[in-house]
């Protein structure tokens, strides 16, 4: 990170959240993702770099979408960085073994193609996750994306495909979890992410 770039800490309180959050602050504002963290909880914090007008427009956008999913979050931005903050804020994912995942999300190489809609549906409790999950793959042509526990009995499952397929199983998932009885966080599509995001996620 060069001298006139700044550093943005947006922390949102769930993980699907965090990444409608992030993809739309990439979009809004021409800034790039560094990645997402979790905070050993439901909270994930997005890492932002770029200008600082734009990481702190960036940021306060990211801070409105939140509260209007419902979601809690705070941010700082921090212009022209110590090397030593910027190092602690980039290193790389490490191996949660209470949850058998990396406690970070950074740019891979494999990543899931920004063509495909993402979907997302997050809820408390692995039964219902579950069994929407089977029901969406089954309601519509989509792909599973994968399954991500974050701790607290938070799961989020993520689908591809085009939008109406992803729409149609989003919503079928939805109606699941409603009927089981289950707890929603969130269900939701983004139609074309970022190429940003779309590089945190596995294929």
């Given at each position: 990170?060069?001298?006139?770039?700044?550093?943005?800490?947006?922390?949102?309180?769930?993980?699907?959240?965090?990444?409608?959050?992030?993809?739309?602050?990439?979009?809004?504002?021409?800034?790039?993702?560094?990645?997402?963290?979790?905070?050993?909880?439901a909270a994930q914090c997005i890492k932002l770099i770029g200008g600082v007008a734009e990481v702190q427009f960036a940021a306060e956008h990211g801070m409105e979408i939140a509260q209007r999913m419902g979601a809690t979050a705070t941010f700082t931005v921090l212009p022209a960085p110590l090397e030593v903050t910027r190092l602690l804020a980039d290193q790389p994912p490490q191996f949660s073994p209470l949850l058998g995942?990396?406690?970070?999300?950074?740019?891979?190489?494999?990543?899931?193609?920004?063509?495909?809609?993402?979907?997302?549906?997050?809820?408390?409790?692995?039964?219902?996750?579950?069994?929407a999950t089977d029901d969406m793959l089954k309601s519509a042509n989509v792909t599973l994306v994968g399954k991500e526990k974050i701790g607290a009995a938070y799961i989020t499952i993520m689908i591809k495909g085009d939008v109406a397929a992803v729409q149609n199983a989003i919503e079928t998932g939805r109606s699941t979890v409603e009927r089981l009885g289950g707890k929603l966080i969130l269900a939701d599509v983004i139609p074309r992410p970022h190429s940003d995001l779309a590089a945190l996620l596995p294929k």
């Amino acid at each position: 990170m060069t001298d006139g770039f700044s550093l943005g800490l947006l922390e949102v309180s769930n993980l699907s959240p965090s990444f409608i959050v992030a993809d739309r602050c990439s979009k809004a504002a021409g800034v790039r993702i560094l990645g997402i963290e979790s905070t050993d909880s439901a909270a994930q914090c997005i890492k932002l770099i770029g200008g600082v007008a734009e990481v702190q427009f960036a940021a306060e956008h990211g801070m409105e979408i939140a509260q209007r999913m419902g979601a809690t979050a705070t941010f700082t931005v921090l212009p022209a960085p110590l090397e030593v903050t910027r190092l602690l804020a980039d290193q790389p994912p490490q191996f949660s073994p209470l949850l058998g995942v990396y406690d970070s999300r950074v740019p891979r190489k494999d990543a899931m193609s920004t063509s495909d809609a993402l979907g997302l549906l997050e809820t408390q409790g692995l039964v219902a996750a579950l069994h929407a999950t089977d029901d969406m793959l089954k309601s519509a042509n989509v792909t599973l994306v994968g399954k991500e526990k974050i701790g607290a009995a938070y799961i989020t499952i993520m689908i591809k495909g085009d939008v109406a397929a992803v729409q149609n199983a989003i919503e079928t998932g939805r109606s699941t979890v409603e009927r089981l009885g289950g707890k929603l966080i969130l269900a939701d599509v983004i139609p074309r992410p970022h190429s940003d995001l779309a590089a945190l996620l596995p294929k």
